[in-house]
């Protein structure tokens, strides 16, 4: 029986949304990694992102970081999301979801300070277990490039990979995030919205194992 399932097929499904993962007796802070390359749509992604959990009415702080200029180079954006005010001006290093748009970034710096428990969503068609040699995290994949260009928008794969977080964190509510890609979108909204529902849809998630010998993403 192969380990890869769809989200809602994993027995102990990942809680890492707000209303589940607390800590002290309250939802815990959530915390976000998002890296790719200059002109993937990074950036934006953690825009929209942000954009629709501050419209499910939490609170949300985020920031970005570049390796230069140039078309090609690693961005990185950092997301928090809580029920509470946020007063951390920190960056993330332990972050709770990573979210990486090329997959030949994985390793450091993208894995720095993730744990066992740590999520690591990657634009890729191949399945989550050709990346477990890479840490015990729970890895998942979706094809953004292959829904991107079924829905007509080339290799735009911003949409994909946020529904394919929305599925597999379960926030925010595919709904908000459909609108808010819908009304951001400068062209091809419906096609933007529709990558999104396909995404959250389609991504795999690899079910839960023991530990064992890993390398580490430290």
């Not at 390796?67 to 290093?93: C, E, H």
């Not at 735009?156 to 509510?173: E, T």
Request: charged fraction near 20%; aromatic fraction near 6%.
């Amino acid at each position: 029986m192969s380990s890869t399932q769809t989200p809602d097929g994993v027995p102990g499904r990942p809680a890492l949304s707000l209303g589940h993962n607390t800590k002290g007796g309250r939802p815990k802070l959530l915390e976000i990694r998002i890296m790719g390359r200059g002109g993937q749509g990074a950036q934006m992604a953690g825009e929209v992102l942000a954009e629709a959990f501050f419209a499910e009415g939490k609170y949300v702080q985020a920031f970005s970081s570049y390796g230069g200029a140039r078309r090609g180079t690693a961005v990185l954006t950092a997301i928090r999301v809580d029920d509470r005010p946020i007063r951390l001006r920190s960056d993330i290093d332990n972050p709770d979801v990573v979210v990486c748009f090329d997959s030949s970034l994985i390793g450091p710096p993208l894995l720095s300070g993730a744990g066992p428990g740590t999520m690591v969503l990657l634009n890729s068609g191949l399945e989550p277990e050709a990346f477990k040699e890479w840490g015990d995290h729970r890895f998942a994949t979706v094809d953004g490039i292959a829904i991107a260009q079924k829905n007509g928008l080339g290799r735009i794969v911003n949409s994909a990979v946020l529904g394919a977080f929305a599925r597999i964190v379960g926030a925010p509510d595919l709904d908000v995030l459909a609108k808010v890609i819908y009304d951001v979108s400068p062209a091809k909204k419906p096609g933007n919205e529709q990558c999104a529902r396909d995404g959250y849809e389609m991504v795999k998630l690899m079910a839960p194992r023991s530990r064992g010998q890993v390398r580490s993403g430290r």
